[in-house]
């Protein structure tokens, strides 16, 4: 089980890489009847036979939220006669935030805004016209709550000629980045990466997108090739599990709140 979730770990923002590298490996065998949940000295605990559940660097895994924990037992409790851990993407987003985000938040965070500096909404399509109107639909309502409720105006770029943006306006956003929560930085980090852009993963974290407007707007170019050439089954597949992840990211944060 160790092996398979430290794995996994390695690289928790594509799946689809991480199905392909397992290969063949044979899934551990469940070896547990009962899934509970109690409150711990570190918080809500995830049990297994009344065994505390521990990450793969050993911890107990713990967690502030009554409601997460529940989420993850449920995670467990719905496995079969084998143990997958690529049915479970709570549990290994929440080992990703106690083992590897807890240990140094401040660089997570830093990673986020250096998105913000060369964020995917910033950076325009020349032509046809109908997709310069498409990225404009579902980018500029974003731009426009940044501007509207924290005064931070950026640059558009066409194509791909970067453009350096206001380090101030780039502040003001990375304040919305404040906290040192372990969970809700892996959340947020995972997002940012999935959809290429923080400003989407700060406005879903701030109820200005939900899941499914989010994950529309990160994939305009994508789609607009899509209905013209046709899809991939193995890029389509790769999305699907990205798309998993990602609505695990959104209920991750959703749940450390509640």
């Known amino acids: ?40 000295e570190g918080g809500h605990e995830v049990r297994l036979d009344g065994r505390p559940l521990r990450t793969p660097a050993k911890a107990k895994l713990a967690v502030p939220s009554a409601a997460l924990a529940a989420a993850l037992a449920e995670e467990w409790a719905a496995q079969g006669v084998e143990i997958d851990p690529f049915t479970m993407p ?29 964020d995917l909404l910033l950076y325009r399509a020349e032509g046809p016209e109908g997709l310069v109107a498409r990225q404009a639909a579902h980018w500029d309502p974003v731009l426009a709550w940044l501007d509207r409720a924290h005064d931070a105006r950026f640059f558009l770029a066409e194509g791909i000629r970067h453009v350096e943006q206001p380090a101030d306006m780039v502040a003001r956003v990375a304040a919305l980045v404040g906290t040192d929560d372990p969970l809700s930085l892996a959340a947020l980090s995972t997002l940012t990466a999935l959809t290429g852009s923080a400003f989407l993963a700060v406005a879903l974290a701030n109820g200005v ?7 529309r707007a990160a994939h305009v170019d994508e789609d607009w090739t899509i209905e013209r050439w ?29």
């Open 1 to 40: 089980m160790r092996d398979i979730l430290s794995d996994l770990e390695q690289s928790p923002l594509d799946p689809a890489e991480a199905i392909r590298a397992q290969g063949r490996r044979t899934l551990p065998k469940r070896f547990y009847k009962e899934v509970t949940v109690a409150e711990g």
């Open 90 to 118: 709570l549990t290994r987003l929440v080992n990703v935030a106690l083992d590897g985000v807890a240990r140094n938040p401040q660089e997570v965070k830093e990673e986020i805004v250096r998105y913000m500096g060369s």
């Open 209 to 215: 997108l939900d899941a499914d407007a989010a994950w």
């Open 230 to 258: 046709g899809e991939d089954a193995e890029a389509t597949a790769r999305r699907a599990a990205r798309e998993k992840e990602m609505r695990a990211a959104v209920r991750l944060l959703d749940l450390v709140k509640g």
